[in-house]
């Protein structure tokens, strides 16, 4: 005997509700989250621990000395005279005004006297303010230059007279 057809077809529920729970994507639960974000944060806190002990064992490093720092083998600094600070106006290209303002203190000699210093103060601040005018905003902007101004001003003290000034301290140095 024959068995009746099914009119419908084996793969589709017959419950539309049902249907749509079964296309649904399964919703992943709290803790399965949570493990999402905790299993590389625990990773990431072991590397850094690691990484510090690792560090710890090898000691401080002391940072590389730039070239232009003075080592310990130079000679004691001499009498220093530090000098008012400049605030001055300088010009860029196009003839726009700038503010700079340097601080300096000119060392001299170990020999010399600082009593015997102190009446070229005057003289300095002049060689230097007149150097310092003379400047455009772009050289004295520029970083690289400022060895070059240091060796320029020391120039201009010895011969404002002060013949036994060996450094020119740039103590300050705003540009706006």
């Known amino acids: 005997m024959s068995t009746p057809a099914d009119p419908k077809p084996a793969d589709k529920p017959a419950d539309p509700a ?7 994507p399964k ?3 709290a803790a399965g989250g949570m493990l999402k974000l905790l299993i590389p944060a625990i ?5 850094s621990y690691g990484g510090a002990r690792a560090a710890a064992a090898h000691g401080p490093q002391a940072p590389a000395a730039p070239e232009s720092v003075h080592h310990a083998d130079a000679p004691a600094p001499g009498p220093t005279v530090a000098l008012e600070p400049f605030l001055i106006t300088i010009n860029d290209s ?3 005004g700038h503010v700079l303002k340097v601080t300096v203190a000119v060392e001299f000699d170990h020999l010399a ?7 070229f103060a005057p003289r300095i601040r002049d060689a230097i303010l007149s150097y310092l005018r003379a400047l455009t905003y772009e050289e004295a902007g520029d970083g690289a230059r400022m060895e070059k101004l240091r ?8 011969k404002a007279g002060a013949s036994n000034a060996v450094r020119v301290l740039v103590t300050d140095f705003v540009l706006q």
Request: overall charge positive; hydrophobic content about 50%.
């Open 113 to 119: 006297k600082e009593d015997a210093l102190k009446p």
């Open 18 to 24: 049902a249907a749509a729970a079964a296309a649904a």
């Open 94 to 96: 196009r003839g726009k």
């Open 27 to 29: 919703k992943a639960s």
């Open 43 to 47: 990773l990431a806190a072991g590397a």
């Open 151 to 158: 060796t320029d001003m020391l120039e201009r003290c010895t």
